[in-house]
């Protein structure tokens, strides 16, 4: 493949850089980082896209959407991260609204479409459960018809911003006796029903984004499902067979490199600043050729997944076991790079314990040691890399 300046997205990175500079209010800049915001901020920063007419970046125009090619998308994205912007629901602008887009009735889109692009209703995923994550089809939380409503009963886990979102999509099995992937549905749940517990898992960055949620005869009106009985399997092969060229979270890769170069142009160690030691040059050199080459594959998957290739299915998961990676050993410099102050965490703004006093160390660190902490967990979440490894060997390799 052949790689040439494309003008075209040049003219669209400089419309970005102009919408960002008039409507991003300034104590909304700089807040992001590898976490979904908090949801005040996610709630604001969609209704102000929203009121310009970039609600929804990452749809086409007949669903309401900027209709974006794939390359211009991941322009918007790079563009918000380098201005640090709040996140925007990442759950139902990538995964849950193409799905909404593609299966669900003229009601649901109408009692769901609008309340999601002002920013006013938030999701969660409900897929994993104890026992159940790489082999998701095993799940057991069951949904029994009773009239026009499921009752629902059982456990998810990992379920991530549950205790601030106000719906779950969510895999539940209404047939126990059919072939396990041909017994799961998906169901639509208003977080406030009656029955529905969220108890938090404190992660190992010590932040709460994580939680287990229980649902104990929690009952669900049955045009709350998504398509047809028993075809949840197939929609979520759907949902999770989207966004391959954002795997490797290419903009954030990008954050952590060029925050990696103003640290080691200004950090002293040893009488002299980092980047003027050559095993500190060395490592960031390597960190860079390796962040180029996974641009050039994204760049790649982009392209291929513009034109639905199922080539991008593949590049993909080997995007996503490269970009993790990157985002572990970026993130590690990051930390032994501020020495000392690297082992400060802070007060995530997600955190019930944050409050916004100013805290004693200097800027660069602020939250770099929670952030790498929570990158451990990016070669789990989202399929892990053995799982994508699994994938690539079969799909590529035909083994
Ligand atoms: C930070 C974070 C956020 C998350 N957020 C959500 C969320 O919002 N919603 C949600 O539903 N889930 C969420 N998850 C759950 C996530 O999807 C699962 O953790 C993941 O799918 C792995 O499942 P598991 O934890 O059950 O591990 P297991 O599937 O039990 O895997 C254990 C180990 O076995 C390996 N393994 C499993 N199967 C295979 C195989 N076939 N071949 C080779 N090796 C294999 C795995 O790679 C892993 O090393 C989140 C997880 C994390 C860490």
């Given at each position: 493949?052949?790689?040439?300046?494309?003008?075209?997205?040049?003219?669209?990175?400089?419309?970005?850089?102009?919408?960002?500079?008039?409507?991003?209010?300034?104590?909304?800049?700089?807040?992001?980082?590898?976490?979904?915001?908090?949801?005040?901020?996610?709630?604001?920063?969609?209704?102000?896209?929203?009121?310009?007419?970039?609600?929804?970046?990452y749809w086409?125009?007949?669903?309401?959407?900027?209709?974006?090619?794939?390359?211009?998308m991941?322009?918007?994205?790079?563009?918000?991260?380098?201005?640090?912007?709040?996140?925007q629901d990442g759950f139902v602008h990538k995964l849950l609204g193409p799905?909404?887009?593609?299966?669900?009735?003229?009601?649901?889109?109408?009692?769901?479409?609008?309340?999601?692009?002002?920013?006013?209703?938030?999701?969660?995923?409900?897929?994993?459960?104890?026992?159940?994550?790489?082999?998701?089809?095993?799940?057991?939380?069951?949904?029994?018809?009773?009239?026009?409503?499921?009752?629902?009963?059982?456990?998810?886990?990992?379920?991530?911003?549950?205790?601030?979102?106000?719906?779950?999509?969510?895999?539940?099995?209404?047939?126990?006796?059919?072939?396990?992937?041909?017994?799961?549905?998906?169901?639509?749940?208003?977080?406030?029903?009656?029955?529905?517990?969220?108890?938090?898992?404190?992660?190992?960055?010590?932040?709460?984004?994580?939680?287990?949620?229980?649902?104990?005869?929690?009952?669900?009106?049955?045009?709350?499902?998504?398509?047809?009985?028993?075809?949840?399997?197939?929609?979520?092969?759907?949902l999770?067979?989207n966004e391959?060229?954002s795997?490797?979270?290419?903009?954030?890769?990008?954050?952590?490199?060029?925050?990696?170069?103003?640290?080691?142009?200004?950090?002293?160690?040893?009488?002299?600043?980092?980047?003027?030691?050559?095993?500190?040059?060395?490592?960031?050199?390597?960190?860079?050729?390796?962040?180029?080459?996974?641009?050039?594959?994204?760049?790649?998957?982009?392209?291929?997944?513009?034109?639905?290739?199922?080539?991008?299915?593949?590049?993909?998961?080997?995007?996503?076991?490269?970009?993790?990676?990157?985002?572990?050993?970026?993130?590690?410099?990051?930390?032994?790079?501020?020495?000392?102050?690297?082992?400060?965490?802070?007060?995530?703004?997600?955190?019930?314990?944050?409050?916004?006093?100013?805290?004693?160390?200097?800027?660069?660190?602020?939250?770099?040691?929670?952030?790498?902490?929570?990158?451990?967990?990016?070669?789990?979440?989202?399929?892990?890399?053995?799982?994508?490894?699994?994938?690539?060997?079969?799909?590529?390799?035909?083994?």
């Open positions: 493949m052949e790689f040439h300046p494309d003008s075209g997205l040049e003219a669209f990175r400089q419309e970005v850089r102009q919408f960002l500079r008039q409507h991003l209010p300034s104590d909304l800049a700089g807040r992001a980082r590898s976490t979904r915001s908090p949801a005040a901020e996610v709630r604001r920063w969609q209704k102000i896209l929203n009121e310009h007419g970039w609600g929804a970046p086409a125009k007949a669903h309401g959407g900027t209709g974006w090619s794939v390359p211009q991941l322009v918007f994205d790079e563009e918000c991260a380098a201005l640090g912007t709040p996140t799905v909404l887009n593609q299966f669900a009735t003229p009601a649901q889109k109408a009692a769901h479409m609008p309340a999601i692009l002002a920013g006013e209703r938030l999701w969660c995923q409900g897929f994993s459960e104890p026992g159940s994550g790489s082999d998701l089809a095993s799940l057991r939380t069951r949904a029994e018809l009773d009239g026009d409503h499921y009752v629902v009963n059982g456990q998810k886990i990992w379920t991530s911003y549950a205790h601030e979102s106000d719906w779950i999509f969510l895999l539940v099995r209404t047939d126990a006796n059919v072939k396990k992937q041909a017994g799961i549905s998906f169901l639509l749940v208003d977080m406030k029903t009656p029955g529905i517990t969220v108890r938090p898992i404190r992660s190992i960055d010590d932040c709460h984004h994580l939680n287990e949620v229980f649902f104990d005869n929690v009952r669900v009106p049955v045009d709350h499902r998504v398509g047809a009985e028993g075809e949840g399997w197939s929609i979520t092969k759907f999770l067979n391959h060229a795997a490797a979270d290419l903009p954030a890769l990008k954050r952590y490199l060029r925050e990696l170069h103003q640290l080691a142009a200004t950090q002293q160690a040893g009488g002299e600043r980092l980047i003027e030691r050559p095993e500190f040059a060395l490592r960031l050199a390597r960190l860079e050729a390796q962040l180029r080459a996974i641009d050039m594959m994204v760049q790649r998957v982009a392209a291929l997944e513009q034109e639905h290739h199922p080539a991008a299915h593949t590049l993909g998961s080997m995007l996503k076991i490269r970009g993790t990676e990157l985002q572990q050993q970026l993130t590690e410099c990051h930390v032994e790079a501020l020495g000392d102050y690297g082992a400060v965490a802070y007060a995530h703004p997600h955190d019930e314990r944050a409050d916004d006093a100013p805290l004693p160390l200097q800027d660069a660190a602020r939250g770099l040691a929670n952030d790498m902490f929570f990158r451990r967990a990016s070669t789990i979440y989202g399929g892990t890399s053995e799982v994508q490894r699994g994938i690539i060997a079969k799909l590529l390799f035909q083994l």
